[in-house]
Nanobody, 114 residues
Framework: QVQLVESGGGLVQAGGSLRLSCKASGIIFSLYTAGWYRQAPGKQRELVATITRSSKTNYKDSVKGRFTISRDNANNTVSLQMNSLKPDDTAVYYC????????WGQGTQVTVTS
């Protein structure tokens, strides 16, 4: 049974930092592309960042230079370091693993106050 458990969300002031983590179980994590997505109230879920099995990364334009995605295959974990946070970053953040199917975490709330 595949399970993804996210952690690290919270409330932070603009300009602050948070680090999200997503720990996977029940899969061979190193084979999967991993990603972080977010969904703000009233908006569609959007891609924030992805990292391939070879650690090639891709970012949403608005987070480039502020967010960093990384993976630790030994610990089945994908992380998102978020710096210089803005109120527009407020959303529920989800991790996703993809190979032939998609597996989603339950989401973690990030709230950035001005």
């Amino acid at each position: 049974q595949v399970q993804l458990v996210e952690s690290g969300g919270g409330l932070v002031q603009a300009g602050g930092s948070l680090r999200l983590s997503c720990k996977a179980s029940g899969i061979i994590f190193s084979l999967y592309t991993a990603g972080w997505y977010r969904q703000a109230p009233g908006k569609q879920r959007e891609l924030v960042a992805t990292i391939t099995r070879s650690s090639k990364t891709n970012y949403k334009d608005s987070v480039k230079g502020r967010f960093t995605i990384s993976r630790d295959n030994a610990n089945n974990t994908v992380s998102l370091q978020m710096n210089s946070l803005k109120p527009d970053d407020t959303a529920v953040y989800y991790c996703k693993l993809t190979i032939y199917s998609d597996y989603w975490g339950q989401g973690t709330q990030v709230t950035v106050t001005s």
